[in-house]
């Protein structure tokens, strides 16, 4: 059963009683998981954050001995998935909060405004002092697209979502084509090395100097979520659209979407992302950001069956719920983890454990943080109700509210 919106949306009914959606909460606690499976090769290889740009994280995904097997899997696995798995999430997030200001009376998007903008400073803070991929100010600038167009008609998302794709694969199509243009024949369109300079910054230099790097070479940095706007904004209205037809309800309706999305989410995003795996790195961007988000909607579906089939939630579930709860806080707390352990400013093991160490030790620590993020959560909200990033931002956000007229 659904109900509809004043602009005549069909609306899931768990959210418009607003009640909280156990999937979204586990769901999110595995995509940020599923995040650092793919950020931690980026903290620990020569050069850091800067190797993203110049090629120096694609690697093959089945040639070599055991442990660059190993590694290639693992990224094909996670990389692009997991973070299109979390835009998803929070489409659905900021539909539920549009519900609960309709219900309430309350202008939209109104005080949502102050929320988008504190997530773009919180983002901001987190590019400089700690990583230079932060997801969180692309999230916040699509995220006011979004609420905008959540109070217009369904016809004009139906037309924003198709925009957003078209325009997205188009600019993907190009990029890689004029990539595999620029290769060599035998070799490879992108740089594929790191300068020395940089090599030094991450595995030597300061705290300090990684700061003032991330701000010198900004705009480059911060081509990822100008040149991903179009998926943002398409993954963003997809969570949306999922969320109020019912996909993330404990009902049958919602068990059908989810087997749905599970067979055509991975039946055409596995392929499609082996192709591209395969065909080289100069088909990064296709794999990554066109690909990706096929299996994501797989790992959505897959998730949902597994959490379909489990009667009595146990430790494991109960971890995942909470670091779902603290979504934001695990995402910030675990890339500081990995920024402490690998760059020189901290244990400098990026630069100790490079070699015949690498990847199983790069692996061991993404299982070592991914623990401790369940841990610590759960032990956290045994005595809080949220995250202490979400209890800031509440009560950042509350003075704010409370200020304006």
Request: charge should be positive.
């Amino acid at each position: 059963m659904t109900t509809t919106t004043g602009n005549g949306a069909a609306t899931a009914p768990e959210a418009t009683a607003g009640r909280r959606l156990p999937l979204l909460d586990v769901a999110r606690g595995i995509a940020i998981i599923g995040t650092l499976m793919t950020n931690v090769w980026i903290f620990t290889q020569p050069g850091g954050e800067w190797a993203v740009l110049s090629g120096g994280t694609s690697g093959g995904a089945f040639s070599g001995s055991a442990g660059e097997a190993a590694e290639g899997v693992f990224r094909l696995v996670a990389d692009g998935k997991f973070l299109s798995l979390l835009t998803i999430l929070f489409g659905a997030g900021l539909a539920i909060q549009y519900e609960s200001a309709r219900r309430r009376g309350l202008p939209w998007p109104g005080r949502y405004r102050w929320r988008a903008l504190f997530l773009l400073a919180e983002g901001t803070v987190h590019f400089v002092l700690v990583f230079a991929w932060d997801v969180l100010m692309g999230y916040a600038v699509a995220a006011l697209v979004t609420a905008w167009l959540l109070a217009r008609s369904e016809r004009a998302r139906r037309r924003a979502t198709g925009w957003a794709a078209g325009a997205h694969l188009a600019l993907m199509g190009l990029l890689t084509a004029a990539l595999v243009g620029l290769a060599e024949p035998g070799g490879s369109g992108t740089d594929g090395g790191v300068s020395q300079r940089v090599v030094d910054l991450y595995a030597h230099g300061g705290w300090g100097d990684q700061i003032v790097f991330r701000l010198q070479n900004a705009v480059a940095l911060r081509m990822e979520p100008v040149l991903t706007f179009g998926l943002l904004l398409f993954l963003f209205l997809l969570g949306v659209r999922l969320l109020r037809a019912g996909a993330f309800g404990g009902d049958d309706v919602g068990r059908r979407i989810r087997r749905r999305m599970l067979r055509w989410g991975l039946g055409l995003g596995v392929p499609l992302n082996v192709a591209c795996a395969t065909a080289g790195p100069d088909w990064f961007l296709l794999g990554r950001y066109g690909a990706a988000p096929f299996v994501a909607v797989g790992y959505l579906g897959l998730i949902g069956v597994v959490v379909d089939r489990v009667r009595r939630p146990g430790r494991l579930t109960r971890a995942v719920t909470s670091l779902g709860r603290t979504a934001l806080s695990g995402y910030v707390l675990q890339n500081v983890l990995c920024a402490c352990v690998a760059y020189g400013f901290g244990l400098g093991l990026a630069e100790r454990l490079d070699g015949a160490w690498r990847p199983w030790w790069v692996i061991g620590l993404w299982a070592a943080v991914s623990a401790l993020l369940l841990v610590a959560s759960t032990l956290w909200l045994r005595h809080f109700t949220a995250g202490p990033l979400e209890a800031l931002q509440r009560r950042v956000l509350g003075l704010a509210e409370k200020r304006s007229p």
